[in-house]
């Protein structure tokens, strides 16, 4: 199930910053073992309330001018519309309300989408309760007075905001069709593969009535069994500032991938894989979903007969940190091997979901360890007591072992690797959990 987005909306200098970095915590920008993934302080992974949720910070630069603030303001609502299961939508005390305010709140009412108004800057409650009441005026219900600094009220913003979280998974849990997010740079031809499967499977679709960023979902049907694409296209912006239009990929990527089961990194074949394309693919790998490069435009390129193999050497080079992800060569143009991704994405989902036997894998432990032993520290040997599969969709193991100090990424790795030798996990990452566990104690 996909994690709820919390996004937050405001003016600049009204504390937004501050609250992510609160809410975050200070070291969210560091990804450990995690080459070509950055964070750039966008969104963050936040547990509250026995909820997990991704939080979005929509603010990007500064603008000069009252009119480049407001348009940015409304971008950052529709942004925040497009991809949020609840906005956060943040005012300031200090300066009141003010027109921009005002006009982006009347956004967020037409939008249908819950929404939590904080105020910030109220370090003393009942010295400020006045300048709160102001914020009735924007008719988005009861106002919650907050100190980001300070780090107040921020429990009572969060339970607001999480009580809106059981509706959004009971709907998930209606909807039982695979998501599909197609993801990648601008122009890279996102579109025209979902237009060409469109095509191809001649299913006549309307769009899905409800927010902005339903109508980006696709439903594509295929053999009998029906898909739902997710366009990570959306609006078309006019903004030519480098930093916000990556800001702005950036946060719709992390909105799709949320969503979906198995995510197509789409790259240009022409232009070659770039360091955005590591990027995105990498946001990809985090949350541990489902991943198949797809080549578009291939019938473009030039070839020779180690062409694709030398492609495909390049590919494994960059995104080296994801070696079981499933690549096609492919043409949005022509349809060319189009009908192999969904061959593929039946693959990834029956190995995203496969479970495998305790027994087998302990005896599987025991082979690794006996062809390779454990690494050892002062004297010290690292022993691995016991394994288990604990979750599917990643497929996520727990191995107990003495000392956890021990267990360096290297042999982690070295475990994962047969894992995948043994059992089919193409297409999918696995998540590998290091417990400690003292001698005598009981599994």
Known sequence: MSKPILAIVG?????????????AGENISIVKDTPGVTRDRIYAEVSWGGYDFTLIDTGGIEPESSDI???????????????????????????????SDSQVADMLRRAKKPV?????????????????????????????????????????????????????????????????????????????????????????????AGTTRDAIDTPVKWNGREYVF???????????IKEEIERYSIIRTVAAVERADVVIVVIDAVTGIAEQDAKIAGIAHERGKGILIAVNKWDAVEKNTNST???????????????????????????????????????????????VATGLLNQLMAEAVALN????????????????????????FVIFVNDKELMHFSYVRYIENKIREAFDFRGTSIKIIIRERKDGEDN
């Open 11 to 23: 003016r600049p200098n009204v504390g937004k910053s501050t609250l992510f970095n609160a809410l």
């Open 69 to 99: 603030l407001l348009r940015q303001m409304r971008e950052q609502a529709e942004i925040a519309i497009e991809t949020a299961d609840v906005i956060l939508f943040l005012v300031d005390a200090k300066d009141g309300l003010v027109d």
């Open 116 to 208: 939590v108004l904080a105020v910030n800057k109220i370090d003393d409650y009942m010295k400020h309760q006045a300048d709160i009441y102001e914020f009735y005026a924007l008719g988005l219900g009861d106002p919650i007075a907050i100190s980001a600094a300070n780090r107040q009220g921020i429990g009572d913003m969060l339970d607001e905001a999480t009580k809106y979280f059981e509706l959004t998974s009971v709907q998930q849990e209606e909807d039982t069709r695979p998501r599909i997010a197609i993801v990648g740079r601008p122009n890279v031809g996102k579109s025209s593969i979902i237009n060409k499967l469109l095509g191809e499977s001649r299913l006549i679709v309307s769009d899905i």
């Open 230 to 240: 997710i366009d990570t296209a959306g609006l078309r912006r006019k903004s030519k």
């Open 309 to 355: 193999r030398e492609y495909t050497e390049k590919i494994r080079q960059i995104l080296s940190y994801m070696p079981y992800a499933e690549i096609l060569f492919v043409s949005a143009e022509t349809g060319q091997r189009l009908p192999k991704l969904f061959t593929a994405v039946e693959m990834v989902l029956e190995n995203q979901n496969r479970r």
């Open 373 to 396: 032993a454990p690494p050892t520290d002062k004297g010290k040997r690292l022993r691995l007591y016991y394994i288990t599969q604990v979750a599917v969709a990643p497929p996520t």
